[in-house]
């Protein structure tokens, strides 16, 4: 599912016309135009082998032969801005910008290059004070995590600029020997803190190098789900870098790809995310189950779930006492030297692709909205707003046949609620002959606002980004 072209899709929203225009490319990339040439694809990517590139000089050839592995610039998993410029991005080392106007794929970038990263995370976040927040991982030094600053963008500087005075604030080195966690949104933000999540889906380096030697470096390869190891948290300062927290342990082994949100509340934090309880649905996606429909008559997958983590040193708490404080059915035990967390469920079965109004994004939030899985549940073929004060949510529901995909919350700029805004939606309509479309959601009721109908397949969306009308000019090239 995730090794496809990369496809970057575009809606022009024009009110006064009562318009929308639609329009997809494909990204440029040297993996998709290679492909092209060689008929079959030449970069390896998560589940599919690549084939030797037949427009590659023979020397060339030689040195893939000694060095066989070549990260793919295939970025397919998330657009995001920094300063003036919109890029798309993988869980490679490479990001390309992307011309917001015409679609135009623009120049790669090298995370090695640009922060001193190996491989990086497709979210990158950047907080209320225009500062972005980058991690990823390094292999040459020791297996490390590590936390990149970006300043805002000053007036007369170029994003490359930015990323010049970039630096690593911190590297946190991998728990295990010979492997490291798998991150897709390695961390997030409070006002004051970083958390990272180091959890039990892991890259074993030595099954990666033996891979990469017998010429077959496929991702899916060398990766393990191991959950004997428990998901570890770690809490670092945003003004120092320092690590003033590392001793979180999860009670129970979780995988995830999505924070919702996170904040402080009397000197602890509080963190919700969704999660799995193993990785299975990341191998059942090949394109003969999705060809076949399988994917779609399994259960549904994927639960929210909330943590609480108290920050005051671990000698200084009892044991046998649950240190939560703030209100929530989550737990926190001092086991010897570690805490333990148990989270608080705050939905059911079958929920992802998370957003939470920018508004309380580190802050203390009311509300989040999610896309429900593919699997049958009870948010099979919704949107869903979760109350997480009340305990309670209010669905957009589409037909048995209709998918929507991550919405989109655009705030009302004079509004003064989180949810007092439009989601907007690409849902995919699998019904022959129907017409997909993007609807619009009142956040507020979660009624259907209105749709706009395409004849043109829609692409299943995730990970997009909006900018108004008065801010495209700057982002265009």
């Known amino acids: ?22 329009e997809k490319k494909f990204l440029q990339s040297d993996a998709y135009k290679r492909a092209l040439v060689a008929k079959r694809p030449v970069f390896t990517e998560f589940g599919t082998q690549s084939y030797p590139d037949p427009g590659k000089s023979f020397f060339s050839k030689m040195i893939s032969a000694c060095l066989p592995i070549e990260l793919s610039d295939n970025n397919t998993e998330n657009l995001f801005q920094l300063g003036n410029e919109v890029f798309a991005t993988s869980e490679t080392c490479y990001f390309r910008s992307i011309d917001p106007c015409s679609l135009t794929s623009g120049e790669k970038y090298d995370s090695n290059k640009c922060f001193g990263l190996n491989v990086d995370s497709p979210h990158p976040i950047t907080d209320e004070n225009g500062v972005t927040w980058q991690m990823g991982n390094t292999f040459m030094t020791g297996l ?88 570890r948290f770690y809490v670092i300062e945003k003004e120092s870098g320092k690590i003033i927290k590392k001793d979180f342990y999860a009670s129970q082994p979780f995988f995830f790809m999505h924070y919702i949100n996170a904040y402080e509340e009397n000197n602890q934090i509080v963190l919700d995310l969704c999660s799995y309880e193993n990785v299975d649905f990341l191998f059942r996606n090949t394109v003969e189950a999705l060809r076949s429909g399988y994917c779609n008559q399994l259960p549904a997958e994927g639960t929210a779930h909330r943590y ?34 148990t989270p608080e469920i705050i939905s059911e079965v079958g929920v992802d692709y998370p957003i939470v109004s920018k508004k309380v994004y580190g802050k203390k939030n009311n509300y989040f909205f ?18 997480t004060k009340m305990k309670t949510k209010r669905n957009w529901i589409g037909s048995e046949t209709q998918f929507p995909g991550e919405p989109q919350l655009i705030l009302n700029p004079n509004g003064k609620t989180e949810d007092d805004g439009i989601l907007i939606s690409v849902v995919t309509d699998e019904k022959m002959n129907a017409n997909d479309f993007i609807v619009f959601i009142d956040a507020t009721t979660m009624l259907e606002i209105g749709r706009a109908q395409f004849k043109s397949h829609l692409p299943i969306a995730m990970h997009g980004l909006f900018i108004p009308k008065e801010n495209l000019d700057t982002h265009c090239c």
């Open 308 to 341: 609480v983590l108290p920050l005051t040193p671990v000698n200084d708490t009892p044991e046998n006492i649950n240190l939560v404080e703030v209100k929530s059915e989550a737990e926190a035990f001092r086991r010897g030297s570690t805490i333990i967390l």
């Open 144 to 231: 490390k995590y590590n936390i990149v600053k970006i300043p805002p963008l000053l007036p007369n500087q170029s994003v490359k600029d930015m990323m010049k005075k970039s630096k690593i604030i911190t590297s946190i080195n991998s728990s295990w020997t010979g492997m490291m966690s798998y991150s897709h949104q390695a961390f997030t933000l409070t006002k004051n803190y970083i958390i990272f999540i180091e959890q039990p889906f892991v890259i074993n380096i030595s099954k990666a190098a033996k891979s990469i030697i017998k010429g077959s470096p496929k991702f899916s390869e060398y990766v393990e789900w191991r959950p004997e190891l428990k998901n």
């Open 1 to 22: 599912m995730i090794d496809g072209f990369s496809m970057i899709s575009k809606f022009s929203i024009d009110s006064s016309k009562q318009e929308v225009l639609f």
């Open 370 to 387: 999610g896309s429900g899985t593919n699997g049958i549940g009870i948010f099979r073929n919704k949107i869903t707003k979760f109350n």
